[in-house]
């Protein structure tokens, strides 16, 4: 991929300028907040990125994000249109409001030194990981905030499709250059991502690449 | 609410089964916590048919490390679990084996019951009129317990559901089996950590049936000592070959 990478630049919301237009950088993490009603969107600007997210009750953070509770309440696996963000409360963080990718995963979790030399080889812990990106972001947002705080989290346009025999696999990516994910805010939340590093597996296509950030006003 | 069987004639027929630790027997609805050691193994066994075990799993001697879904599934490649694969942490190790499964299927992806679901299903009930036949539910029942470590809400992560089997068709969606699980089912797991084992056995939450009617389950605890060189779980993939030299660093023989 050239460095030189002109990055397709997503349509602003109507007339209105973002409050929040950051570029991430592959392999990075992101922390900030996104109030009610504002809108997040995600945009995977190379294609087939991986972007690990958890949402957290800005002013709770024992209310998170919780695949379970999101999987259950929808009765379906994969986040799309329509998708109501559950925490382990119950209640509905955000709804994914547009998806120009078509599903997302939120079984496969995030990677770690130590998964990777269960998943890849011992030899594979010094790698970069979403983990450590997750764990620095937390560090430097609020230091009560740690390893504790991090359940099973989105995968947004990661593929790990589902069998019924009950198979499980990270397949190569849906998603393509430019394509994007929306969300509208129920509650002030706090966002966490990694723009996943992981080398070893489809999910970035072996090739980690930028996403960006917008943020729009409420309504 | 059924009757509870009498534990004493369920218990496992097998004559060559090594003397119990200890069994207990869990009224329907009831949770439990307890620890683990490496080396012990424990059987839980449906006394009735339909029974639901939801469980969450921490390494006893660092809490902050607990049973992780996520790592579980892709590290083996899998949806659900049965016998010969493992209960990954979030550190590459391995809090427990399923040693032995007789029902084949044991959901991880859909959670707990929590008290709104259980109350627009099957209505509203107090501990004032309905003594303790009230509708307990799965997320106040784990509260309850990881209270008593000093765990709370913030450590509410993606549990098992033992003796429950629900599939994922192609477009994504859930289809719980109500076949699953018959009486005497049975599954086994061999602790590889010193693991905190919470329980709850609440119905699972995606059961469509009618009546609130959570299942009694039987506990079994013995000495079975730690996973051999050859052993069916450290086998089944290259990946947990890893993931138990990851535990065993831990514990030195």
């Not at chain 1, 907040?33 to 002013?59: C, K, M, P, W």
């Not at chain 1, 190569?172 to 939340?189: C, E, F, K, N, T």
């Not at chain 2, 509260?143 to 192609?170: H, M, P, Q």
Request: hydrophobic letters at 35%.
């Amino acid at each position: 991929m050239s460095a030189s990478f002109d990055h397709p630049r997503p349509a602003v919301l109507g007339p209105r300028v973002p409050v929040h237009d950051e570029v991430v950088p592959a392999g990075a993490p992101w922390i900030g907040s996104v109030l009610r009603g504002q809108v997040l969107r995600i945009v995977d600007l190379e294609g087939n990125q991986a972007v690990d997210t958890l949402f957290y009750n800005a002013h709770d953070t024992d209310e998170h994000y919780s695949a379970v509770d999101t999987i259950r309440a929808q009765g379906n696996i994969y986040l799309t249109t329509g998708t109501y963000l559950r925490s382990n409360l119950g209640a509905s963080m955000l709804t994914i409001t547009e998806d120009t990718c078509g599903r997302h995963d939120t079984l496969g979790g995030a990677c770690s030194a130590e998964s990777n030399t269960v998943r890849y080889a011992l030899g594979k812990r010094h790698m970069h990981s979403c983990r450590d990106n997750f764990l620095l972001a937390l560090a430097g947002y609020d230091h009560r905030l740690g390893k504790r705080d991090l359940p099973s989290n989105i995968n947004f346009f990661m593929n790990v499709p589902v069998t019924g025999d009950g198979s499980l696999r990270f397949e190569d990516g849906i998603s393509a250059p430019g394509r994007y994910v929306q969300l509208g805010a129920q509650m002030d939340v706090l966002v966490l991502i990694s723009n996943c590093p992981q080398l070893n597996n489809p999910c970035n296509a072996y090739n980690p690449t930028p996403i960006q950030i917008l943020i729009w006003a409420a309504g | 609410m059924g009757s509870v069987p009498d534990p004493k004639v369920r218990v496992s027929g097998d004559a060559a089964a090594p003397p119990p630790l200890w069994e207990e027997t869990l009224q329907p609805g009831e949770h439990w916590s307890g620890i683990l050691r490496r080396g012990t193994s424990l059987r839980l066994t449906a006394l009735e048919a339909r029974a639901n075990v939801a469980a969450l799993l921490y390494n006893y001697e660092c809490l902050c490390e607990r049973y992780n879904m996520a790592d579980t599934l892709k590290a083996q490649h899998t949806a659900y679990l049965t016998s010969g694969y493992v209960c990954y942490s979030d550190m590459g190790r391995i809090l427990c084996s399923i040693t032995a499964d007789s029902c084949g299927w044991h959901d991880t992806i859909c959670g707990l019951s929590d008290a709104t679901t259980v109350a627009t299903r099957y209505g509203t009930t107090r501990f004032q009129e309905a003594r303790n036949d009230y509708r307990k539910n799965g997320r106040d029942s784990m509260l309850n317990e990881l209270g008593k470590y000093g765990l709370g809400r913030r450590d509410l992560i993606a549990n098992i559901n033992f003796f429950s089997r629900v599939t994922v068709d192609e477009a994504g969606a859930l289809h719980f089996d109500t076949e699953n699980c018959v009486a005497h089912d049975y599954v086994e797991l061999r602790f590889e950590m010193h693991t905190l084992l919470v329980l709850s056995t609440c119905p699972h939450p995606l059961d469509p049936a009618i009546e609130y009617q959570p299942r009694c389950v039987q506990l079994r605890a013995w000495i079975s000592g730690s996973a051999p060189q050859q052993d069916p779980c450290r086998q089944r993939c290259d990946e947990n070959a890893r993931g138990f030299r990851n535990t065993e660093m831990m514990f030195p023989p």
